[in-house]
């Protein structure tokens, strides 16, 4: 079965810094594709960055970089510079490569403080 | 550049009523998927389609709820009769992809259904 993990309920950052969000998962599938999403107050679900497992490099979106260890099983979501707008809630998910549904992470509440 | 369409956005509503909830996803994209967000369980799948029909509905909490997708610019989700466990945050979401691994999935705002 799929799993993930992300055992940072909340998170506080002071605005400019960086902040690395955790997550790990669990999986058979040879084949994978890790996923983060930010979830602001107004309830929308923004997709961020996403991961193949067979990448060989870690993805980089812009401020959001994703920090991939296979063997750890571990894809953690790197914001640099934090900026006010960045506090939100932020989810990782993840999806097999023979069909099977996007399994969600219970989220890590980001909050920046100016 | 249109994304995922969802009415109402709000819905309150009574116990043993029924409630329709409707989505209408990017036009071109071939899944769409249903959402359902609480504070105890997070964002579970409920059901997914693929051109119209659907894949999967393991996810759907009992048969009180129903989901049809008659076209492929519209979509519903129904529960009848509703409970108040039922209140949540319902997503609709659409992709191009879903068969390998990469599947960006857009979002729609969301429906937050509360049940009296």
């Known amino acids: 079965a799929q799993k993930i993990t992300q055992t940072q309920p909340g998170m506080f950052v002071q605005e400019k810094e960086a902040v690395t969000l955790d997550c790990t998962y669990d999986?058979?599938?040879?084949?994978?594709?890790l996923f983060w999403y930010k979830q602001p107050s107004s309830g929308e679900m923004i997709f961020l960055i996403y991961?193949?497992?067979?990448?060989?490099q870690n993805a980089t979106e812009g401020r959001y970089s994703l920090n991939f260890q296979k063997a750890r099983k571990s894809a953690n979501l790197v914001i640099s510079a934090s900026q006010l707008g960045d506090s939100a809630m932020y989810f990782c998910?993840?999806?097999?490569?023979?069909?099977?549904?996007?399994?969600f992470g219970q989220g890590t509440e980001l909050s920046v403080k100016p | 550049d249109a994304g995922v369409i969802q009415s109402p956005r709000h819905e309150v509503t009574e116990m043993g009523q029924e409630v329709t909830l409707r989505c209408k996803p990017i036009?071109?994209?071939?899944?769409l998927f249903w959402y359902r967000q609480t504070m105890m369980r997070g964002l579970e799948l409920l059901i997914y389609?693929?051109?119209?029909?659907?894949?999967?509905d393991s996810g759907m909490p009992e048969d009180r709820f129903s989901a049809k997708m008659p076209n492929a610019s519209f979509s519903t989700l129904k529960i009848q009769p509703s409970e108040p466990r039922d209140s949540a945050v319902y997503f609709c979401?659409?992709?191009?992809?879903?068969?390998?691994?990469?599947?960006?999935?857009?979002f729609g705002p969301g429906t937050r259904l509360t049940v009296l």
């Open positions: 979401a659409s992709s191009l992809y879903f068969a390998d691994s990469y599947n960006e999935q857009f």
């Open positions: 999986t058979s599938d040879p084949s994978y594709g």
């Open positions: 991961q193949g497992s067979y990448d060989q």
């Open positions: 998910a993840m999806k097999g490569n023979q069909g099977g549904k996007l399994i």
């Open positions: 036009s071109g994209h071939d899944y």
């Open positions: 389609f693929n051109n119209n029909v659907p894949i999967d």
